[in-house]
């Protein structure tokens, strides 16, 4: 993704960084609602796994 850097996120964030850095973040901290439990791993511990595209890079 190769967005113009005029092209800014609510926060004035360039798009790209918005979208590939702070979005992952925002939808990684929305998994922890408050108001419902987190699905849990045999140890007991919650996880949230992060992937990403080699392509990219």
């Not at 004035?12 to 108001?35: A, I, K």
């Amino acid at each position: 993704m190769w967005c113009p850097v005029e092209h800014l996120t609510a926060e004035g964030y360039d798009m790209q960084f918005g979208t590939n850095v702070l979005e992952q973040m925002t939808s990684s901290r929305s998994c922890s609602c408050p108001h419902s439990p987190p699905s849990r791993s045999s140890d007991g511990h919650a996880r949230v796994i992060n992937t990403i595209s080699g392509g990219a890079y």
